[in-house]
């Protein structure tokens, strides 16, 4: 996925759980973290780290 392809997708999920904590009486996280990885386009061969801690 192209950065700007995942910064579009990052920015309109903020805005859904912006939308959904004003709506609700919810705590709001004090951090966000993304985790993202070596893509199918990266130079980099074999198991991606993101995967492997994704599955345990």
Do not use: T
Request: glycine share 6%; charged share 25%.
């Amino acid at each position: 996925m192209h950065l700007s392809s995942s910064y579009l997708i990052l920015l309109q999920w903020m805005n859904e759980i912006r939308l959904r904590f004003s709506e609700e009486k919810c705590v709001i996280p004090a951090e966000i973290v993304v985790v993202s990885g070596s893509g199918k386009h990266s130079n980099v061969r074999g198991e991606s780290l993101v995967k492997s801690l994704v599955k345990k």
